[in-house]
């Protein structure tokens, strides 16, 4: 089955968002995903300084030019931050610290280092005054999600009037105890109709039964399934990374925060996610291909260089 990962934050043993990143680590990385029956992947590139993210995307960018391998499955960015709500819980595993207001001039410099690679943005609609910077992205026809935030239904439909067309990984980035109706998951699946919805379906992130809830929901055209992969994935327990966080992983391969208070990303690959949703949720062939491959790419079709 082929398969288009919108969140890949690293891959067997290589970590996208740490220093030290060469083009030899990056073509096994996508050599591997491509083994793994990636027809083609964003990668993620997580809130951090402004500094550190514009050298992020364009040193991935000119590993990219440097390998046809990397430049065939890179398709693009997913640039998740840094304009989210840094409140506890809605940040996750993004350093709050770094966390900010969405400024369309600071967007401007993240679309600039990518040299046009820029995909799909996730930012916190509430972090984003008068909608500004969604209006720019849908603009330059680059998808805009929203995720670790907690707006208002009023302040999601304001979103979704600027061009905002997908939720990123419902279910998470956000707290582990919030009200049991008035919440973002409720919020979200009220809107389903209107919004792409990508899930993480490992388990881990959201227990089966929820998921399988939550598919009932949303339209099989518009339920996306990502992997929100880290550089562990693909591996076994051990000592991992992401980016700052420094991960101990054990044999349930779940990469947890050394606290214990959120995940940090996932280990899932496309192949065990295709298990699980077939095993799990009980979704027919067809609605899973359409998760793995049809919709992340419907998502994403008015952004050049996407398509196979």
Request: aromatic share 4%.
């Amino acid at each position: 089955m082929k398969t288009f990962d919108l969140q890949v934050n690293g891959y067997a043993g290589v970590d996208f968002n740490r220093e030290g990143l060469t083009g030899e680590k990056l073509h096994h990385a996508c050599a591997t995903l491509e083994k793994d029956g990636n027809e083609g992947i964003l990668a993620t590139i997580i809130t951090d300084s402004m500094e550190t993210m514009r050298l992020r995307l364009s040193n991935i960018t000119e590993l990219r030019r440097q390998s046809p391998l990397i430049e065939r499955i890179i398709r693009g960015f997913h640039i998740e931050g840094p304009f989210l709500n840094e409140s506890p819980g809605y940040i996750g595993a993004h350093p709050p610290e770094h966390a900010k207001q969405a400024c369309p001039e600071e967007m401007k410099q993240l679309l600039d280092a990518a040299s046009g690679l820029v995909r799909l943005v996730t930012l916190a609609p509430e972090r984003d005054p008068g909608f500004t910077v969604t209006s720019l992205l849908n603009r330059k026809n680059i998808t805009v999600a929203a995720g670790h935030c907690n707006p208002s239904l009023n302040e999601l439909r304001g979103a979704i009037d600027s061009g905002l067309t997908m939720f990123t990984h419902l279910g998470n980035g956000c707290p582990m105890l919030m009200h049991r109706h008035d919440n973002i998951i409720q919020r979200v699946l009220s809107l389903s109709d209107e919004l792409f919805i990508s899930f993480i379906p490992d388990g881990a992130h959201i227990p089966f039964p929820a998921l399988a809830n939550y598919l009932k929901l949303v339209p099989a055209e518009r339920a996306i399934a990502v992997t929100d992969a880290i550089s562990a994935a693909r591996l076994p327990p051990g000592q991992h990374t992401l980016g700052r966080w420094q991960l101990d992983i054990g044999e349930d391969l779940i990469a947890m925060a050394p606290d214990g208070s959120h995940l940090v990303g996932s280990t899932l690959t496309m192949p065990r996610a295709i298990n699980n949703l077939q095993e799990e949720t009980g979704l027919r062939q067809e609605a899973i291909e359409a998760m793995l491959y049809h919709n992340p790419l419907a998502v994403i079709s008015n952004s050049n260089e996407t398509r196979p």
